[in-house]
């Protein structure tokens, strides 16, 4: 089994190596608390991101045909649990750190598709700053008491 040229290997360890140093600044920036932040490994570990599919009971098969035509009509499901919707996001400041961050290593990669994520990343970024800036804007008291 070919495991690669040895220039396969160096552009390997040096994408860690650039992974390794983004993760260290989203540390040290704060934007990820250290409880939270993964290691490379944990990132690199193929083998724990391979979901196997479970096989859909017919029941259940025909709540989600229920859940879609009900959806679908514009009603509301009643019963389906959306905690996990509600849990609290990252700060949209932390989150511009953490895209500024993204785009600084896209930037150092020459692919295609680093550079195609630059612009999504910078897109993104400009919104999620807009966002917040006009996050921080209240005209009056009445509004902030409102909101």
């Given amino acids: 089994m070919d495991t690669g040229t040895a220039a396969d290997v160096e552009h390997v360890e ?31 570990d193929v083998a724990a991101e391979n979901i196997t599919e479970e096989e859909w009971t ?4 025909v709540d989600q045909v229920r859940i879609n035509a009900v959806e679908a009509s514009g009603g ?3 019963g389906l649990d959306d905690s996990e919707h509600d849990a609290p996001l990252m700060s949209l400041s932390a989150a511009c750190q953490a895209i500024t961050e993204l785009e600084r290593l896209c930037h150092r990669r020459s692919e295609p ?13 400009m919104k999620l700053r807009a966002e917040h800036t006009e996050n921080l804007v209240q005209p009056n008291i009445t509004q902030f008491f409102s909101s």
């Fill in 113 to 125: 598709v680093f550079k195609q994520a630059r612009g999504h990343l910078h897109q993104l970024r």
């Fill in 58 to 61: 017919d029941d259940e098969i």
């Fill in 76 to 78: 509301v499901v009643e």
């Fill in 14 to 44: 040096q994408a860690i190596d650039e992974l390794q140093a983004a993760l260290q600044k989203l540390s040290v920036s704060g934007a990820v608390t250290q409880r939270n932040l993964l290691t490379v490994e944990d990132l690199l």
